[in-house]
């Protein structure tokens, strides 16, 4: 039950359905395919992330054909994966009552092998759910972090094209590379968890066809964290020419100490001892209790738990703080 209670958190941020930013929160935040200012926040009620607005039956063939093993994945409840992460084939749609299988909805099916990059992409997302963190190219994210990026990418691709200005381009190439039409044909913006079934998996398959062209260099799109998935160079061998030195990027370092911060404050959401090495570095300097009670209230607007820091009182300076005492080493 512990482990279902830290998944929710970090999965849902909140089951609470009243809060009217919950989705700028979630999903606005970060920025892979588009420059943040030319995406529209919105503020809607009723909204939580990752759960649908109807159930979803969807399993995969390969496992519920397995009389020793048969089970359908809390995981498949959401609309999170097109493919089984054990078999890597397409999950196919059942039907049944609430928690009993009885029956495939095309009978004569073969299994249907997904594309490299829909595999690659829900192994990611098995691994956020199974381990906590997430492997990507340049380096480990939290599991928390990770399902911000796939939300913020499956709203990016449902983004007008007429907002997207000289950026627009970006995802034509990728709604053409996978094959579906613009928005996967939608003309009103809708949240993902609210839009048809069949339209949310064309989505899903465009988020994964987004991912790998980003690895692969066939696309570099402005948001902050496309390098995320942008593959680091390969060493160890030479072509027997003069190597001709690599013109350094230049190092953003007001940029890079933005993006941990905010990476500081996903985590600790859902760590207390994040939340209080975080709250000891933004009291330093201001350690009277009208300052510190200012303080927790900012902190609780950004979502961090009161409980967190209710009875905490820093003792001492951030600079002694050592790395492991809660925040991570790219902090």
Not at 274 to 298: N, V, W
Request: charged share 20%; proline share 8%.
């Amino acid at each position: 039950m512990h482990e279902f209670r830290r998944l929710g958190a970090w999965l849902l941020d909140s089951l609470d359905d009243q809060i009217p930013d919950a989705l700028e929160t979630y999903a606005f935040q970060l920025s892979v395919l588009l420059p943040k200012l030319r995406r529209r926040t919105r503020s809607i009620t009723s909204w939580r992330a990752w759960l649908p607005s109807q159930p979803i039956h969807r399993a995969c063939p390969l496992c519920l054909n397995d009389p020793e093993n048969q089970a359908v994945l809390l995981a498949w409840k959401l609309p999170l994966m097109l493919s089984c992460p054990l078999h890597g084939c397409w999950l196919e749609s059942y039907w049944g009552v609430p928690g009993r299988f009885l029956g495939w909805e095309n009978a004569d099916a073969e299994p249907r092998t997904a594309s490299d990059a829909i595999a690659a992409m829900d192994q990611r997302t098995w691994q956020a759910l199974t381990t906590g963190h997430v492997e990507l190219p340049r380096r480990r994210i939290h599991a928390g972090l990770w399902f911000r990026l796939l939300r913020t990418l499956l709203d990016e691709l449902n983004t007008p094209l007429s907002t997207c200005g000289t950026y627009a381009g970006y995802l034509r190439q990728i709604w053409e590379c996978c094959g579906h039409p613009l928005r996967a044909g939608q003309s009103l913006w809708r949240p993902y968890e609210t839009l048809n079934p069949a339209v949310r998996l064309q989505m899903l398959e465009a988020a994964a066809t987004a991912i790998s062209l980003i690895e692969v260099r066939d696309i570099s799109p402005p948001g902050e964290h496309a390098k995320l998935f942008w593959s680091e160079p390969q060493t160890g061998f030479t072509s027997g020419l003069p190597a001709k030195a690599p013109k350094p990027e230049p190092v953003d370092h007001w940029q890079r100490a933005i993006q941990a911060i905010d990476e500081a404050i996903i985590e600790a959401r859902h760590n207390p001892e994040t939340a209080r090495s975080l709250f000891a570095l933004a009291s330093y300097g201001r350690r009277d209790p009208a300052s510190l009670e200012q303080l927790r209230a900012t902190f609780a607007k950004e979502g961090i738990p009161p409980e967190f820091l209710s009875h905490y009182e820093p003792s001492l300076p951030f600079a002694c703080l050592r790395q492991n005492d809660g925040l991570s080493d790219k902090f």
